[in-house]
Nanobody, 125 residues
Framework: QVQLMESGGGSVEAGGSLRLSCAVTTSSTYGLDVAWFRQTPGNEREALAAIYSGAGSTYYAASVKGRFTISRNIANYTGYMQMHNLRTEDTAMYLC??????????????????WGQGTQVAVST
């Protein structure tokens, strides 16, 4: 079983920065890939970035590449997403997710079987 807990969301002005954290609790982090998604009311979850176990390969959606950076601290198995140059359209609930399966591309929502509760990010002008 894997439990995830996000933190770090909040309100920020456009152009500002936030760092989200995802604390992972599990008996084994072996083969555990972690990703960040976001969701707004009435819309599907959007994959933003993933960091894979092992070598730590990273993947990004075009909408955030160059502005967001995903990383991890293996010692305490916490995932992070540093967000810069935030825009009003980045306003959403941000969720951390984890998986062990790699049959599908990293952005496939259905293969993530562990999810956090989310942390809200609001970007204003």
């Amino acid at each position: 079983q894997v439990q995830l807990m996000e933190s770090g969301g909040g309100s920020v002005e456009a152009g500002g920065s936030l760092r989200l954290s995802c604390a992972v609790t599990t008996s084994s982090t072996y083969g555990l890939d972690v990703a960040w998604f976001r969701q707004t009311p009435g819309n599907e979850r959007e994959a933003l970035a993933a960091i894979y176990s092992g070598a730590g390969s990273t993947y990004y959606a075009a909408s955030v590449k160059g502005r967001f950076t995903i990383s991890r601290n293996i010692a305490n198995y916490t995932g992070y997403m540093q967000m810069h140059n935030l825009r009003t359209e980045d306003t959403a609930m941000y969720l951390c997710a984890a998986k062990r399966c790699r049959r599908e591309p990293w952005s496939t929502v259905s293969q993530y079987n562990f999810w956090g509760q989310g942390t809200q990010v609001a970007v204003s002008t």
